[in-house]
């Protein structure tokens, strides 16, 4: 009976221990992914310029390598803030549909 008492004691105990990476490591990860997505939409920028058809709608590269460099910088901003107030945050446009090739 004891013993089960400090079982349960140490069960319900080691559930209160962080699972999961720090918010900062997962962060970090997260900037990882971006310059990852990076990389592969070149390599797909540079395969849609190759492939050129006469489709009527073609993706906006350049506008979704701006906004995730907007969401790089703002995550850069987080893990190393050079100021203690807040900041004006850019918002991202989120259409990357054009009807012409840029």
Same mark, same amino acid.
């Given at each position: 009976?004891?013993? @089960?008492?400090?079982? &349960?004691?140490?069960? @319900?105990? @080691?559930?209160?221990?962080?699972?999961?990476?720090?918010?900062?490591?997962?962060? =970090?990860?997260?900037?990882?992914?971006?310059?990852?997505?990076?990389?592969?939409?070149?390599?797909?920028?540079?395969? =849609? %310029?190759?492939? &050129?058809?006469?489709?009527?709608?073609?993706?906006?590269?350049? %506008?979704?390598?701006?906004?995730? %460099?907007?969401?790089?910088?703002?995550?850069? %901003?987080?893990?190393?803030?050079?100021?203690?107030?807040?900041? &004006?945050?850019?918002?991202?446009?989120?259409?990357?549909?054009?009807?012409? &090739?840029?």
């Amino acid at each position: 009976m004891r013993c @089960s008492k400090w079982l &349960v004691l140490l069960i @319900s105990a @080691s559930f209160n221990l962080p699972l999961h990476a720090s918010e900062n490591e997962e962060l =970090a990860l997260t900037l990882k992914q971006l310059a990852q997505i990076e990389s592969t939409l070149k390599r797909a920028h540079q395969t =849609a %310029q190759s492939n &050129v058809t006469e489709q009527r709608f073609f993706f906006d590269y350049p %506008q979704i390598h701006h906004d995730i %460099q907007l969401m790089r910088s703002g995550i850069e %901003q987080y893990l190393s803030p050079s100021r203690a107030q807040p900041r &004006v945050p850019i918002p991202l446009v989120g259409e990357y549909r054009r009807e012409t &090739v840029r």
